[in-house]
């Protein structure tokens, strides 16, 4: 049996990052639960032409931010992991300093204390020395720091090849298999 994996979109550019984690998952009948910032909502409706309702139609589960009581909340509740696509500074910061105000933070720091996959595509450029002092800090609490920066040795022919690229590396640190690009060799 696969086992849940959450998803925390935050406000930072590139919510299509995790609008199409959420559809590959989808399609590959796993189990979502979407934790979706208020930023993120307005970030969506900044670069996307989805509205919040469609992106939360495309998880199982969707947990309000406000919501410290939700599954996801204790190590109890079992998943494969979290992916937060995009990840924000400001989310980074909370993550890094273990500052749970909301459940997306706390969802993540749940998956640090209970040692699951926790990949942060953090989004940010550039970068100054406070940025990179959270980056090491969140890694050294277990956290894996996943920008997402492209590839192009598989050739893209457009920009959701670039984003599948992306979204697949992160898949590929909870194990699920996909042929979201061509891997380097093959």
């Known amino acids: 049996m696969d086992l849940p994996i959450v998803i925390g979109i935050t406000g930072a550019s590139g919510v299509v990052y995790?609008?199409?984690?959420?559809?590959?998952?989808?399609?590959?009948?796993?189990?979502?639960h979407l934790i979706l910032s208020q930023a993120g909502e307005t970030t969506l409706r900044i670069e996307t032409n989805y509205s919040p309702d469609q992106v939360k139609r495309l998880a199982q589960v969707v947990h309000r931010i406000d919501d410290m009581a939700a599954p996801v909340a204790s190590g109890s509740f079992f998943t494969q992991g979290m992916l937060v696509a995009p990840c924000s500074i400001k989310t980074l910061s909370a993550i890094a300093n273990s500052y749970s105000?909301?459940?997306?933070?706390?969802?993540?720091?749940?998956n640090l204390k209970e040692k699951r996959p926790l990949v942060l595509m953090v989004r940010e450029t550039p970068l100054h020395k406070g940025h990179l002092e959270l980056m090491s800090r969140a890694t050294?609490?277990?956290?894996?720091?996943?920008?997402p920066v492209p590839a192009f040795y598989h050739r893209p022919a457009g920009i959701k090849d670039l984003i599948h690229q992306s979204v697949g590396k992160a898949l590929d640190f909870f194990k699920i298999e996909h042929h979201l690009f061509k891997r380097w060799g093959t």
């Not at 199409?20 to 590959?28: C, F, M, Q, V």
């Not at 105000?101 to 749940?110: I, P, S």
């Not at 277990?142 to 920008?147: E, F, K």
């Open 18 to 32: 995790g609008i199409e984690a959420l559809k590959i998952l989808k399609d590959l009948n796993r189990e979502t």
């Open 140 to 147: 050294d609490l277990g956290a894996v720091i996943l920008p």
């Open 101 to 110: 105000d909301n459940l997306l933070v706390r969802a993540a720091d749940v």
